[in-house]
C-alpha cells in the first residue's frame, strides 16, 4: 500500500515505517535536524489500524499522512516548536544562571537570555493564536490529498472506522491484558 502511494502521489519513500499499538498514524522526524533540514520522515502506523480498514481505507489513511509529507506541515509546525523549546531551555538556563555573581559572566548571560526570552515569549504570544488555524487547515489539506489517492468514499470511510474504533480500542487492550496477566 504505501509503495502505491509512493507511485502515485510521486513522493519518497519514508526514512522508517513504525507499527505501533495505538488506533492512529502519523508522520514524524526522530531528530532535531529533521526539523531544520529536508530530510525524509518516518511514517508510524497503529496496528489497529490494520485490523480494522480494508486497503483500500488503508490507503485512504497513509495517503493522508503522506499529504502531510507532501505539504510540508512537519517544517511549518516544527519552527513554532522548535522557538518554544528554544525558550523553555533559556528558561531553564535562567534558574542557573540566577544564582551566579553579580559581576560574573553569568550575571551577564542572565541578562541576555532575559532579552532573548522576551523576545521571542512575544513572538511566540503572536504565532500561537494563529497555530490553530494553521493545524486545521493543513488537516484539510491533507484530507484534500487522500480524497485525491484514495477517493472520496474511501477517506470517509476509512475516517468513521477509525473514530468509531479508536474509542472502543483502550478497552480492548486493557481486557487484553487482563486476560494476560490473569491467566
Not at 165 to 170: A, I, L, Y
Request: with cysteine; net charge neutral; proline share 2%.
Amino acid at each position: 500500500v504505501i509503495d502505491e502511494i509512493v507511485k502515485e502521489a510521486g513522493c519518497k519513500f519514508p526514512r522508517r515505517v513504525f507499527i505501533y499499538n495505538e488506533c492512529n498514524a502519523f508522520v514524524n522526524c526522530r531528530s532535531i535536524w529533521g526539523h531544520i533540514f529536508n530530510v525524509r520522515k518516518n511514517l508510524t502506523i497503529g496496528l489497529p489500524l490494520l485490523y480494522t480498514l480494508n486497503k483500500t481505507e488503508l490507503k485512504a489513511i497513509l495517503s493522508h499522512e503522506f499529504g502531510h509529507f507532501t505539504q510540508k506541515s512537519i517544517a511549518i509546525n516544527s519552527i513554532a516548536n522548535l522557538s518554544e523549546f528554544i525558550c523553555a531551555a533559556i528558561a531553564r538556563s535562567l534558574e542557573q544562571i540566577g544564582k551566579a555573581d553579580a559581576d560574573s559572566y553569568a550575571a551577564k548571560a542572565q541578562w541576555f537570555a532575559e532579552l532573548a526570552t522576551k523576545i521571542m515569549a512575544k513572538q511566540y504570544h503572536n504565532v500561537a493564536p494563529l497555530n490553530g488555524i494553521l493545524s486545521r487547515a493543513q488537516e484539510f489539506d491533507a484530507d484534500m490529498f487522500s480524497y485525491s489517492i484514495a477517493g472520496t468514499e474511501a477517506s470517509i470511510s476509512a475516517l468513521s472506522k477509525v473514530s468509531y474504533f479508536s474509542e472502543r480500542w483502550d478497552g480492548i487492550v486493557s481486557i487484553l491484558y487482563s486476560y494476560v496477566e490473569n491467566k
